[in-house]
């Protein structure tokens, strides 16, 4: 039975193409096939397209940009995507497209950054002869992209989506997708296995709060129970003294 792990199957690898609109989701779906398979007009709905790269059986998936689009779009991924390619340029990121792609993105449990690599089109815009390399841009943006980074674990790779001919960057964006999937034993992204292990997680976190809330009220009370113990000594010792020293009055006290 195919039960989805790419390196028992060693087959296809699912690639879901996601990201705002207009950002070049559908020319990287071109550039890694080598054909025109998805239309770049824009406005077009969620398509897949089977092919070939560098040695690799492909079935890439190219998102539209809605909510309900992205739920199909992962359905169209057979059983899930091994790998989603988000797509931004490299431009400038303000804080407020972070904060709506993080949503976005988390609309598929915060999980899916474990599988997600980052894709920057317009690799045409950078130009190290003129002093324009991906550090600079890296060094230039503010701290929402090197959160998105950070969240996909600096796994990059900037692409030049109008150099079709250029195969190498399609191999090394290839092997940087397969490092993921190896890291992640080579098993798929499911949208309801995600589910539920966030479930279990919360169900878990929930469960130990609570135990170290109530831990923490028992200790409380031990230490109260200790105070009044050692106050009721010091009283003993004071009332004892008290009584050496000449108050028979306390002694049946004392001596009890
Ligand atoms: N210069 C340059 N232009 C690009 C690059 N990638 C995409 N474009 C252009 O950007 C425009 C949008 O590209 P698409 O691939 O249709 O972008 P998309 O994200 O699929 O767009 P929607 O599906 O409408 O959201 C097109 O005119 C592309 O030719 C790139 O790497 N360099
Ligand atoms: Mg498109």
Redesign the pocket.
């Known amino acids: 039975m195919d039960d989805g792990n790419l390196q028992v199957r060693g087959s296809e690898l699912r690639l879901l193409v996601l ?1 705002p ?8 779906g071109n550039l890694l096939l080598g054909r025109q398979a998805f239309d ?5 709905g969620t398509e897949a397209a089977r092919g070939e790269a560098s040695g690799r059986c492909l079935l890439l998936v ?1 998102s ?2 809605k909510k309900l689009e992205l739920l199909g779009a992962l359905i169209l991924c057979d059983l899930g995507p091994h790998a989603l390619l988000l ?1 931004l340029p490299l431009q400038h990121f303000s804080r407020r497209e972070s904060a709506a792609l993080q949503a976005r993105m988390e609309l598929l449990t915060p999980r899916v950054w474990s599988h997600t690599v980052l894709v920057f ?4 815009k950078l130009d190290p002869g003129q002093g324009r390399t991906f550090q600079q841009y890296l060094e230039g943006t503010g701290e929402q992209l090197h959160w998105v980074l950070g969240a996909c674990r600096y796994r990059c790779h900037v ?4 150099t079709a001919q250029d195969r190498v960057q399609v191999t090394r964006l290839l092997e940087k997708v397969e490092d993921q999937v190896t890291e992640n034993g080579g098993w798929h992204f499911s949208l309801v296995m995600s589910c539920r292990m966030e479930e279990e997680w919360t169900c878990r976190e929930r469960e130990a709060k609570e135990r170290w809330e109530r831990e923490g009220q028992e200790k409380h009370q031990e230490a109260s129970l200790m105070d009044n113990m050692a106050a009721y000594g010091h009283s003993l010792l004071i009332l004892r003294q008290a009584a050496a020293k000449g108050f028979p009055t306390l002694m049946p006290v004392c001596q009890g």
Do not use: C
Not at 21 to 28: A, D, F, I, P, Y
Not at 121 to 124: H, K, M, S
Not at 159 to 162: G, I, P
């Open positions: 990201g609109s207009r950002v070049g989701k559908s020319s990287l770049t007009r824009g406005g077009w190219d539209y940009g797509v089109t317009l690799g045409d692409v030049n989506n109008k």
